[in-house]
């Protein structure tokens, strides 16, 4: 069969895995570092802004989303798979405008990337993560307008699972690095209002 290897795996999805294990290990790394870093005396706790659980319902939505448009393109089920992915498509940049959005709410606060210690990992922390959100947010664009365009259909079933792999996968990170910031705070949260 083209495009796999020698055990049948498309050689898409392998190197996404790849991928994926690079990237997993460059977050664990970086809260590798978070660990190590917490114990010297200069690192003070910084309050999380509360919009952080609704842009976590908005990831959970995303992957859910490519979840049900994975099954409609195994079915191929076009109407049902553009209505999905346009759903993932959304509420993947209400993410992104979310995480701006409490960036802002953060430096309104004070607590500023070079504030201390803990503000500067957590910048690191959910801006690398809103990177690696934008460029699947890339490959999920392309995916979209292949469901409404021309593509192949045959194809567009691997497309969509490649981006539901993605995003399960970064939910996945995004749940550790949440649990992670909720650790460094005594009083975890924010209000809007600051």
Known sequence: ??????????????????????????????????????????????????????TTGLLILGSVSLHCALGCARKYDTARLRMWLGVACIVTVGFLLGQLLAWNQLTSSGSVFTG??????FYILTGLHGLHILGGLVALGRTTAAAWGEAPVKRLPLRVELCAIYWHFLLFVWFALLIVMLGWARDPFISAHH
Not at 10 to 35: E, Q, R, S, W
Not at 116 to 121: G, L, Q, R
């Open 116 to 121: 201390n210690p803990a503000n500067s990992f």
């Open 1 to 54: 069969m083209a495009g796999t290897d020698g055990i049948g795996l498309p050689k898409a999805k392998i190197g996404l895995l790849v991928f994926l294990t690079v990237v997993g290990m460059f977050f664990a790394l970086l809260t590798c570092g978070y660990l190590m870093r917490q114990e010297i005396a200069d690192w003070r706790t910084m309050p999380l802004p509360r919009i952080l659980w609704f």
